[in-house]
């Protein structure tokens, strides 16, 4: 078996890439991966091998994400793009689609592709900065609506559109990237 340090070292880029997705601060991005493997390496019998190394230390570095995101949350402010409305652009006045959305197919499948996630991963990396932080920290970080609140000090309703809006962009994002590429791969039967 590896020595831990070298296992360490050969994850620390995903971990990396997780924390900037998140943060979106390349300084504070490395003090919580540093802050992770710093555990690991202090406590390496914490990991009980019930689980991938990877998945443990992704457990570690959503901690350390939380705190980073408390004790810089105030620089952490809202961007002019955050404010910008799709709507108008993906709905008629009436509230329907101005173009249906195409059918995506089995979801699962789709998440169980590699090539989908690298994706899904650029596609969030291109959300404004408000918006992506509070999707990274509502579904990949799993924080309740109340204490994503509390931290970035906005009201829920404010939380619940600016996670409208991002999914809106990463729907548009998945369709372009994605789902249409797909289509022109198979020549059309998706």
């Known amino acids: 078996m590896k020595d831990i340090a070298t296992q360490l070292n050969a994850l620390r880029p995903q971990l990396l890439k997780f924390a900037q997705l998140q943060l979106r601060n390349a300084a504070w991005a490395e003090d919580a991966v540093s802050e992770t493997l710093l ?4 406590k390496p019998q914490s990991f009980s091998g019930a689980s991938q190394l990877k998945t443990w230390l992704i457990g570690i570095l959503k901690h350390k994400l939380v705190d980073q995101i408390r004790r810089n949350c105030r620089e952490m402010s809202s961007t002019p793009e ?3 409305d799709l709507d ?3 709905f008629k006045a009436d509230g329907h689609w101005r173009e249906r959305p195409k059918d995506w197919g089995d979801p699962d499948h789709c998440l169980r592709q590699v090539d989908f996630m690298k994706v899904m991963e650029a596609c969030v990396e291109h959300l404004p900065g408000q918006q992506g932080r509070l999707f990274m920290m509502r579904e990949w970080l799993e924080l309740d609506t109340e ?3 509390r931290e970035l000090s906005i009201s829920p309703a404010n939380l619940w559109v600016m996670l409208h809006r991002a999914r809106l962009r ?3 994002c998945l369709q372009l990237n994605w789902f249409d590429a797909q289509e022109l791969q198979t020549g059309g039967a998706a």
Do not use: H, M
């Not at 555990?39 to 202090?42: D, L, N, Y």
């Open 82 to 84: 955050d404010a910008e």
């Open 147 to 149: 204490e994503i609140c």
């Open 39 to 42: 555990v690991a390496i202090e």
């Open 170 to 172: 990463l729907r548009e």
């Open 88 to 90: 108008d652009d993906l």
